[in-house]
């Protein structure tokens, strides 16, 4: 929408993991199931400091991950989810690390547990 052009979020595919052959595709440690992938670039006019991506921006690309992660969830366990919208409560991100205008990454959510 508002924020995806030149310059912006030129880019921002999302895919989901496909279960082939009744096989769960997972990560390292066998408890972690990959759900959703996505594929981005940014541009260089997101930027809170000169040539670093505004942490808002990458918040809210964590945060569109996490909810086509949870999508992914609900499907596969047959939840019906028309009786209710999902919102993120709380969303906490410690930044290890500058995320540079004009770069490329791909972000990978992968599911641990569920408690209810």
């Known amino acids: 929408g508002a924020l995806s052009g030149k310059g912006l979020i030129e880019r921002h595919n999302v895919y ?5 052959g009744g096989e769960r595709l997972l990560a ?3 408890s972690k199931e990959e759900l959703t992938v996505v594929d981005l670039k940014l541009g260089s006019r997101l930027n ?5 991506a505004h942490g808002g921006i990458i918040s809210l690309l964590f945060d569109e991950a996490m909810g086509w992660a949870y999508e992914c969830l609900q499907e596969d366990s047959n939840i019906d989810s028309s009786a209710f919208t999902a919102v993120t409560a709380n969303l906490t ?12 990454a791909i972000l990978r959510v992968y599911h641990d547990e569920t408690k209810a």
């Open 16 to 20: 989901r993991r496909v279960n082939l």
């Open 28 to 30: 390292k440690s066998p």
């Open 48 to 52: 809170g400091h000169g040539g670093i």
């Open 93 to 104: 991100v410690d930044f290890r690390a500058p995320f540079m205008e004009c770069s490329e």
